[in-house]
């Protein structure tokens, strides 16, 4: 059975931190893992991972997916107030169907 | 680009009316959509996969004459909740594959009482 299992479940941190999510995975088939961040609405896409070792960044967020060991990890550096959030892995096999995690809250307090 | 929405955004209906949600792909073609249900505290459960000039996949668990699925054009798809109750109210939100990426309207939160 496929299954993604996030970790920590919960993280409470002060701006300026850096903070490390970790995503494990056993999905048949695999394609891809994405990253997502969900705030009071539905989620917004962060990252597509597909290739083990090549890291993924976008401002202070980066991301890199090791499929050997069936892993990824989202870094967030400088945090900010505005990146508290949850934070969703999702890889997904052939059939394109995405498998959530319970996901991350991250909390960054000022 | 890859600019999903949803109408309506929230709805409150009495138990018995059925609900209809729509899911548009604003700038892309998406022959493939998915339908999400997400309860408080919990992440998001796949309901169905929408396809294009075809049935909808349910997944376990998930009653397909309940919930009404048609994807009738390459843009838009729809989540008909029949006779809706208590137990239907959740946040429901849609999906749409734009190159190999799924990405998501902003969902809609249903009340039923």
């Known amino acids: 059975e496929d299954k993604v299992v996030q970790s920590p479940l919960s993280l409470v941190v002060h701006e300026g931190d850096t903070v490390t999510l970790n995503c494990s995975y056993e999905?048949?088939?695999?394609?891809?893992l994405l990253w997502y961040k969900q705030e009071k609405k539905a989620p917004t896409f962060l990252f597509m991972l597909?290739?083990?070792?090549i890291e993924k960044k976008s401002g202070r967020l980066s991301s890199i997916l090791d499929k050997k060991e069936l892993f990824s990890i989202l870094n967030i550096t400088a945090t900010q107030t505005g990146d508290s959030a949850i934070y969703l892995c999702?890889?997904?096999?052939?059939?394109?169907?995405?498998?959530f995690g319970q996901g991350t809250t991250l909390q960054v307090k000022p | 680009g890859a600019v999903v929405s949803q109408h309506p955004s929230w709805v409150i209906c009495k138990s018995g009316t059925s609900v209809k949600i729509e899911c548009r792909s604003l700038?892309?073609?998406?022959?493939?959509m998915f339908w999400y249900r997400q309860f408080p505290k919990q992440s998001l459960m796949l309901m169905a996969t929408?396809?294009?000039?075809?049935?909808?996949?349910?997944e376990q668990g998930v009653e397909k004459d309940k919930f009404l699925i048609n994807h009738a054009s390459l843009t838009l798809s729809t989540l008909t909740v029949t006779s809706a109750h208590p137990e239907d109210s959740s946040f429901y939100i849609c999906?749409?594959?734009?190159?190999?990426?799924?990405?998501f309207g902003p969902g809609t939160r249903l009340l039923v009482l």
């Open positions: 999906s749409a594959t734009y190159q190999e990426t799924q990405y």
């Open positions: 700038d892309f073609q998406a022959t493939t």
């Open positions: 597909t290739s083990s070792g």
């Open positions: 999905v048949t088939n695999f394609r891809s």
């Open positions: 929408s396809n294009e000039g075809s049935k909808a996949t349910y």
């Open positions: 999702a890889p997904s096999g052939n059939t394109g169907k995405l498998i």
